[in-house]
């Protein structure tokens, strides 16, 4: 089996347009959530996220015409795409079309809440107070527009990535809610090992702060309502903390065979020795309360790394700052690291950069290349109440030097999609 390693990365957050950037807010200790602006919330049970700042997405529709009508999220992936593919030096246009693949997770954009409220409208109304569907689809038709709608879907940020970077290897599309981009890295990387393709552009991008994405997860009270101090409301393994906070974004990496990166010389950021996927089976929302699949998850990433618990230095955790989420996955990084859970450092990023759900494994991925690159551990913010179900180090609110030799980052998704990535420095 081929050796895989990450040679590019970029990426779009709340805290920054770039790697750079977002680093730099993490090591200290900034917080990139605030009020919602992208449209009116004062409705809503929770009026905050952690939106993209000052995006200006011209000069990539300049350059590529295509790429008008294009939906956030397309346009965040290509952003942070082409940082990585500049990152990773590599002559990208030259290289052989099919020894290039990508396998990209992108969640749906935003849907034409208007449009849909005037056909409901108009379909009621026609329908004497009952639903008339040949109303609704009548009003669609007059009032909806064809290309937004195919712009909105998952596959269309795959279709922008093929054409930009002229892929005509493996290309792949996944969406396995919040453990998306992480599993799109681990079965990336799996292309290049079987041999399929040489270089792989993969990562996640997703932007669900809109009235629908909003509402649903206010349905399932899975949102933070700590509105009145938004930069302080994601508190992961805190005793107070109360839900999570929607953020959009992008994170791209640039997978490589090792043996084709060093070759060209390349800067090599870690090698990816581990990956595990399972599912938990259990409930559409829950994870099992006992952590069945994330420690099946976490054992496979480090028995395929051939990793000891006691060799890891930094866990970059799911830790989305719900009583659940937060209590189980302690619970299951415990049960699988025994004695050595004791010496682990295990710190959230979501408690600065908020949960980016199909991107916020690939941007956590990457907190752990640069962990290692730079030697030092990013911190959990807003740490002040203990949890006794929450009895690990969590790096709180300072980042620690640290020699940082294997990292995990762990993506647990709605649904139990357990995903484990495994990186090592060389």
């Known amino acids: ?218 349905l399932l009270t899975a949102l933070s309502t700590h509105n009145e101090e938004p930069e302080k409301a994601s508190r992961p393994f805190d005793a107070t903390r109360n839900g999570f906070v929607l953020s959009e974004g992008a994170g791209a990496v640039i997978l490589e065979e090792f043996e084709h990166a060093r070759k060209r010389g390349a800067r090599i950021y870690g090698e990816l020795v581990g990956y595990g996927s399972t599912a938990d089976a259990y409930r559409l929302t829950d994870s099992h309360p006992e952590g069945l699949g994330a ?17 890891v230095d930094y866990l970059n955790a799911h830790g989305t700052s719900t009583k659940v989420n937060d209590a189980v996955e302690s619970l299951a990084i415990r049960s699988c690291f025994g004695p050595a859970a004791d010496q682990l450092w295990v710190s959230s990023t979501k408690s600065m950069t908020g949960h980016l759900i199909a991107a916020a494994g690939a941007v956590e991925l990457q907190f752990c290349l640069l962990a290692m690159r730079d030697g030092v551990v990013p911190p959990t913010i807003n740490y002040s109440h203990r949890d006794p179900a929450c009895d690990l180090d969590y790096v709180p609110n300072e980042a620690r030097k640290k020699a940082v030799r294997v990292a995990v980052s762990d993506s647990f998704g709605f649904g139990g999609q357990n995903v484990v990535l495994v990186a090592k420095k060389l």
């Open 295 to 311: 420690i099946a998850s976490l054992r496979e990433a480090l028995e395929g790394a051939r990793v000891n618990p006691a060799e």
């Open 1 to 218: 089996m081929k050796r895989v390693v990450v040679t590019g990365m970029g990426a779009v957050t709340p805290l920054g347009h770039s790697v750079a950037e977002t680093w730099d807010a993490v090591m200290n200790g900034r917080s990139g959530i605030a009020g919602i602006t992208h449209f009116d919330a004062s409705g809503f049970s929770s009026r905050i996220a952690g939106e993209v700042k000052n995006f200006d997405a011209t000069k990539l529709v300049a350059a590529d015409p295509r790429l008008r009508g294009a939906m956030s999220n397309s346009l965040f992936a290509i952003a942070a795409s082409e940082e990585a593919v500049k990152d990773s030096g590599l002559d990208w246009d030259n290289l052989d079309e099919r020894s290039k693949g990508v396998y990209f997770a992108a969640g749906d954009s935003a849907a034409p809440v208007e449009s849909l409220a005037r056909a409901f409208a108009e379909s009621f109304g026609k329908g004497k107070g009952e639903f008339d569907a040949a109303a609704y689809l009548a009003a669609r038709l007059a009032g909806g527009d064809g290309a937004a709608e195919a712009q909105k879907e998952p596959a269309a940020t795959l279709a922008h990535l093929v054409r930009r970077y002229g892929i005509r290897g493996p290309a792949l599309n996944c969406l396995t809610a919040c453990a998306a981009s992480a599993q799109g890295i681990g079965e990336g990387a799996a292309i290049i090992r079987r041999g399929e393709a040489a270089v792989v552009l993969s990562g996640g991008a997703h932007s669900m702060i809109h009235p629908l994405g909003v509402a649903g997860f206010c």
